[in-house]
């Protein structure tokens, strides 16, 4: 008995087997491509932002760098330099202010460093070591602006 079309085939039913590995197969590929397309974006804008944030440094346009450098590091690809650099870059910017004697501005690149360093964070914290350091520094430069409360009665030092 020939296949006539009204005898049980590979491709009868609602859809066939071959069609439905063809379609699995064109979401997969659909998939890695969208993938692929995201990444590269936000590769190049993290790249065009530390790029627009060493021309801000060179122009000294410090409120400027800093908010490249944010946005170098928000758009954080695992494993990118660039995303490193922009880390490096604040510390440096912040640790350069503070030992001037700048220390609002200090405060605000790390400030901006903790942001955008926990705006990142997914399944896992990157850059977990540049954190503390920030959130470290940010305790000492504010403490001796802050009151020291003594024992349960709140009263001050």
């Known amino acids: 008995m020939g296949r006539t079309g009204k005898g049980m085939n590979e491709d009868s039913g609602l859809i066939g087997l071959r069609q439905f590995v063809r379609w699995v197969k064109q979401g997969l590929i659909l998939t890695c491509l969208i993938l692929i397309l995201i990444v590269a974006k936000l590769i190049y ?3 065009s932002h530390f790029q627009k944030a060493e021309q801000a440094v060179s ?20 494993g990118l330099p660039v995303n490193r650099e922009a880390v490096t870059r604040l510390e440096e910017l912040a640790a350069q202010w503070n030992a001037a004697g700048n220390t609002e501005q200090g405060l605000d690149a790390l ?3 903790c942001a955008a360093l926990y705006s990142i964070r997914s399944l896992y914290q990157p850059f977990p070591e540049a954190l503390r350091r920030a959130e470290e ?5 504010q403490r001796p602006f802050s009151p020291e409360i003594e024992g349960a009665t709140g009263e001050m030092q």
């Open 45 to 47: 804008q993290a790249e």
């Open 137 to 141: 520094s940010i305790q000492v430069i």
């Open 111 to 113: 400030r901006t460093l």
């Open 59 to 78: 122009e000294q346009d410090w409120k400027e760098a800093v908010w490249h450098y944010q946005w170098a590091l928000r758009s954080y690809v695992p």
